[in-house]
């Protein structure tokens, strides 16, 4: 028998408790082991619900009892996480996370903790949801040198673009929507703004390299911008506009970042729709490889979390390697990415000829007033150059 405890009994933690009931069986046949939740930690009392008699509000019972084993960290934000899960860690507790912002602030200190304590610490579900991510970065595909990782790996703003697509919305109109629908964090502006997706992309670029990539170093720029207006330029152009999150391997080094880009049809991620993620890989040897399932939304993660609880019961006293130390990756400037460039201006035929020579004209239907055109591929630096002969710029969204 194995007792685990649960830090935050909300979407994740309940999650948890159900997957873990639902699949009692095969769970613990997977895990070698029947897995039993012992605590639940939460500021609130939950009257009539079966787990009411495990809730305790001390952290220190749940740390202070060798009896648990695993501890599960599903309070999301950085603290209490980090103190509570370091805590268990030194304790000798094994733990398993769903929280990205933890991971991606204090990943590698807490793998080394793990390490040399021969324990483990697991956050499959910080990443993708319900996808299996981290496992295959850090397992199938070690092989190879990964050279792009490229992901939809928000849920909330998937969910929100594809709405704004295929019913023509506003942004405002759906974000309430999807909140409604559990898929948003607390504060939605971590979704809408890409902090989220800059969080996983980081944990993801952390993992290919083997170092600390500081999020707060990735270029990020939400959907918060777009508009039904520029949709309708998108499907006139025959592509979709999607919340990319990425890394590349260059000459000079890794380059991340995070930003609404138009896909064509031939794009992998063009057609993962609503709250669905997907994550493409591109390995030196392996060629392409795709990852696509539930990104967000309890059940899915907490399936990836029980998933880590069975790993951490099938390697209880054996640290399984994880590379990401905590010497720190120095990025390429996004600046020098190359792309197409989309762009909506007030500006006349001439000026823009002016500024970017020959130009695909782009009209969209009962759109007036403005124009619209796609660059040739240039990199960022040299766009903006450009950009400084327009006077009038409504928009600008990358191309690939
Ligand atoms: N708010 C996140 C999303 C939850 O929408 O993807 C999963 O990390």
Redesign the pocket.
């Known amino acids: 028998m194995i007792k685990i405890a649960i830090l935050g009994y909300g979407t994740i933690g309940s999650g948890v408790v159900e997957v873990l009931r639902t699949n009692q069986e095969s769970i613990a046949k997977r895990a070698g082991s029947e897995i039993e939740v012992k605590y639940i930690l939460d500021l609130r009392d939950f009257p009539g619900d079966p787990m009411e008699g495990k809730v305790v509000h001390d952290y220190d019972i749940i740390a202070n009892d060798p009896e648990v084993q695993v501890v599960v960290e599903a309070m999301g934000g950085v603290e209490p996480a980090y103190s509570f899960v370091k805590r268990a860690l030194l304790a000798g507790k094994s733990v398993a996370t769903s929280n990205?912002a933890l991971v991606a602030k204090h990943g590698a200190e807490l793998i080394a903790i793990a390490k040399e304590q021969s324990i483990n610490f697991l956050f499959e579900a910080s990443v993708g949801?319900g996808i299996p991510i981290i496992r295959p970065l850090n397992s199938s595909l070690t092989a190879d040198e990964i050279q792009e990782i490229t992901g939809i790996?928000?849920?909330?703003?998937n969910y929100m673009l594809s709405k704004m697509t295929f019913e023509g919305l506003e942004f405002q109109d759906v974000l309430k929507d999807a909140q409604s629908r559990g898929?948003?964090?607390a504060d939605p502006t971590?979704?809408i703004e890409g902090y989220?997706a800059c969080r996983k992309i980081a944990i993801l670029t952390s993992l290919v390299c083997g170092q600390q990539v500081d999020f707060e170093e990735i270029y990020t720029e939400g959907i918060t911008k777009i508009t039904a207006t520029d949709i309708k330029y998108a499907k006139a152009m025959g592509r979709v506009i999607k919340l990319l999150a990425t890394s590349c391997k260059t000459p000079e080094g890794y380059c991340a970042m995070v930003a609404p880009f138009m896909l064509s049809q031939q794009h992998p991620l063009y057609s993962v729709n609503d709250v669905f993620?997907a994550i493409f890989v591109h390995g030196n040897v392996l060629g392409d490889a795709m990852f696509y399932g539930s990104?967000?939304g309890k059940l899915p993660?907490a399936s990836a979390v029980v998933a880590d609880i069975v790993d951490i019961a099938k390697h209880l006293h054996k640290n399984i390697l994880i590379s990401w130390s905590s010497r720190k990756m120095e990025l390429v400037d996004s600046k020098r990415a190359k792309s197409r460039f989309f762009v909506r201006t007030r500006n006349g035929a001439d000026t823009i000829t002016a500024a970017f020579g020959e130009v695909e004209w782009i009209e969209a239907p009962g759109v007036t007033g403005e124009m619209g055109f796609l660059t040739g591929e240039m990199v960022q630096e040299e766009y903006e150059k450009r950009a400084e002969g327009l006077q009038n710029v409504l928009q600008m969204i990358r191309v690939v």
């Open positions: 990205k949801g790996l928000n849920g909330t703003t898929y948003a964090e971590a979704d989220d993620n990104g967000a993660t």
